[in-house]
């Protein structure tokens, strides 16, 4: 060890020389100390008994027998990559290992002098005298899959070894059997099971029966113990809690072994936690398709009855088979969790009084009713068939949306969110005049054949857009618009009603190929501050006795709905692009006359 030594040499003439030697202390390796092996052992020595001075580091297998060469010897270790060498007398040593294992095991520990071992910083084994060589067989510990275990050792004099052998599983307590359920409330679940105890060595017992089964509710929640289910396997039961009712369950088997050998703490007591089971126990909303596609037939459903609108319905991928709205299907919320899809038929209405989330394949070819008592909206669904709201409280979008059929307002609010709409069939408000929240999004219609814009009501739109092609969208209400109308393709008909705008603003345009058709004894939609009539655009008076407005037009068409009608011109100048035309149409005659030029 280090300090000043006097050395006294006698010589061939019998004198003696006397000298002092300086014996100085190593420097301190500046090497990380805390590294660890995977599975494999990194021993940190150290000078002195208490870990006085850090010399560097070796390594061991994940077991190992080491005597470190003999007593009263060198040992070498590495240090910044050089060797170093430490005398094999008062000397101590720090064994560090991450451990990929799991389960509950037992190793044999000996050690001459003092030893002591600590799993993910608690200790479970102390031995930390000067004594001869001796072994503790069996010392229990937990391993979790990523355990830091940190084994000391140290030497003050005479013989040194220490071991670390027979590391051995007593139970990896991995759950392998029926680990992922779906149960019905009132049907039964699968046993849930897994690996057993070997044979237990000497000064090991089961800790009570060895296992206790626990649940949460949340993957990482608190684990609460289940009463009475302390074997190896598990049943779950729907008729007592917490199975009983419909929710996700993480459930868990505690392996529990108390040992006597782990030495200044007896009994030892270990216990791992295995891995989850997820049991979901689902109630009447819970689709089976044990029967058919049909959603109405109540076998095909968890408890044997279709649901009703007080009813939220999960349609998951694990079903026998998808459902199918022949004729009437009703729920509260509907979830169609991915891999899941739900087709409505075209003779088939799906009332929905909660939240739609789609998050599978949602086929609309029949209606959607949104009839709860609540606001309604839903997600993953851009696409209906024929829609209905018929909701006091209102249906909120999410998104811009097409209809490509029909679209009834029933009852309540469609708040539009700001979001544009797609029409390709009728427009039907029979709820109230405020019962369309259009924001700032736009209605167009573009379908392919006649269509209307009806109902008890007329409708307050934003933006609405006429982009039917080669068809008709006709008025058989009034319309209110608050910022643009564009008759884009296809023919808008007013019939006897008006579309015009609420207040002075905005645009009318009609563009080339389109039609405006103005009846009854209306005349141009009134209040827009800028009228777009293109050349090849055509407004057509074709009511009866009307007054034709003095704007700009590019085709301009006169006919009679019945009888003879007259057309009157403004008593200003009147100018038109494109052609002036008249027909008698239904009626018999048309006079129109010029108090000014044309």
């Known amino acids: 060890s280090a300090g000043r030594y006097t050395l006294n040499v006698k010589g061939s003439t019998a004198c003696v020389t006397t000298n002092v030697v300086t014996i100085s202390q190593p420097a301190n390796s500046t090497d990380d100390q805390s590294v660890a092996g995977n599975d494999e052992w990194v021993g940190h020595m150290y000078d002195g008994t208490n870990f006085n001075n850090y010399i560097g580091k070796f390594s061991e297998n994940e077991t190992f027998d080491e005597s470190f060469g003999s007593s009263a010897g060198c040992f070498d270790v590495m240090s910044a990559g050089n060797t170093r060498s430490v005398y094999t007398e008062t000397f101590s040593v720090k064994f560090r290992m991450n451990s990929s294992k799991k389960g509950l095991y037992v190793v044999n520990l000996g050690s001459d002098d003092g030893a002591r071992l600590s799993v993910n910083g608690t200790m479970i084994f102390n031995n930390w005298t000067d004594h001869s060589f001796n072994t503790n ?241 839903f997600s993953g669904v851009n696409s209906f068939y024929n829609l209905t709201v018929n909701n006091a409280a209102g249906v909120l979008l999410p998104s811009n949306i097409t209809v490509n059929n029909n679209l009834l307002i029933a009852g309540g609010v469609l708040d539009a969110n700001n979001f544009s709409m797609g029409i390709k069939g009728n427009w039907t408000n029979n709820a109230s005049l405020n019962a369309f929240t259009a924001g700032t999004g736009t209605v167009v219609f573009n379908g392919n054949s006649a269509r209307a814009i009806a109902g008890s009501f007329a409708t307050r739109f934003n933006n609405l857009t006429i982009s039917d092609t080669g068809s008709t969208v006709s008025l058989n209400v009034n319309a209110q618009i608050k910022g643009n109308l564009t008759v884009s393709f296809g023919t808008f008909d007013l ?63 006169m006919s009679s709905a019945a009888g003879s009608v007259t057309k009157t011109f403004p008593a200003t100048a009147l100018t038109v692009v494109g052609n002036l035309t008249s027909t008698k149409g239904a009626g018999t005659t048309v006079e129109f006359t010029a108090a000014a030029g044309i």
Not at 495 to 520: D, H, P, Q, S, Y
Not at 524 to 537: D, R
């Open 137 to 377: 067989a069996a010392v229990l510990m937990n391993l979790t899959g990523s355990s830091a275990l940190l084994y000391e050792y140290y030497e003050n004099g005479g013989s040194n070894q220490v071991i670390f052998q027979n590391f051995n599983r007593l139970i990896a307590n991995t759950l392998s059997a029926n680990t992922t359920q779906t149960i019905c409330i009132g049907n039964a679940a699968a046993p849930i099971s897994g690996d057993v105890f070997e044979t237990l060595p000497s000064g090991i017992s089961l800790s009570g029966t060895g296992y206790q089964w626990a649940y949460s509710t949340s993957p990482g929640g608190t684990r609460i113990n289940i009463s009475g289910a302390t074997a190896a396997t598990f049943t779950p039961s729907t008729s007592v809690a917490p199975f009983n009712a419909a929710g996700n369950h993480y459930v868990y088997r505690i392996a529990t072994l108390s040992s006597s050998n782990n030495i200044s703490y007896n009994p030892s007591v270990s216990a791992n936690e295995s891995n989850a089971a997820v049991i979901i126990v689902s109630g009447g909303g819970q689709w089976t398709g044990s029967v058919s596609t049909d959603w109405a037939v109540g076998g095909n459903w968890c408890t044997g009855v279709a649901p009703g609108s007080a009813t939220d319905v999960v349609i998951k991928s694990t079903a026998i088979r998808m459902p199918e709205v022949i004729t009437t299907g009703s729920c509260k919320s509907l979830t169609i969790e991915a891999g899941a899809s739900v087709s409505t038929f075209v003779t088939g209405t799906l009332n929905i009084a909660g939240t739609l989330t789609n998050n599978g394949t949602m086929t609309n070819s029949g209606t959607v009713n949104f009839n709860g008592t609540t606001q309604q909206t």
């Open 495 to 557: 019939g006897g009603f008006t579309a015009n705008r609420e207040t002075a603003g905005g645009t009318l345009t009609v563009a080339n190929n389109a039609v405006l058709k103005i009846g009854g004894t209306n005349t141009f939609p009134a209040n827009y501050s800028a009228n777009s009539l293109i050349v090849a655009s055509t407004v057509e008076y074709n009511g009866t006795n009307q007054a034709v407005a003095n704007v700009t037009y590019g085709n301009l068409s």
